[in-house]
């Protein structure tokens, strides 16, 4: 996207479809925030060090406790990435 597009006016929708299917986010997630993101997850110890990469308009793409299983899965999916503080 070009700098200049950047500084329009996005819909709200246009917003919420920004870098679909071309950028990726990785966070750590909390356990409690497991079966809200991934409801298919299966039962875990909630004393693990839970990692998740989601699209750019916050689609579930995958769940870990290995944070390099992220960054592996995002090139898989031709995904640039980005992690969230």
């Not at 200049?4 to 966070?27: D, F, P």
């Not at 409801?39 to 839970?50: G, I, V």
Request: proline fraction near 5%; charge should be negative; hydrophobic fraction near 40%.
């Amino acid at each position: 996207m070009l700098l200049k597009e950047a500084n329009t006016q996005l819909t709200e929708s246009e917003l919420a479809h920004l870098g679909a299917g071309e950028v990726g986010y990785i966070r750590k997630i909390r356990y409690e925030d497991v079966s809200r993101c991934f409801p298919e997850a299966p039962s875990m110890d909630p004393n693990l060090d839970l990692w998740a990469l989601f699209g750019a308009d916050g689609t579930p793409i995958l769940l870990t406790d290995n944070r390099s299983s992220t960054f592996f899965k995002a090139a898989e999916d031709d995904l640039k990435t980005v992690s969230l503080h």
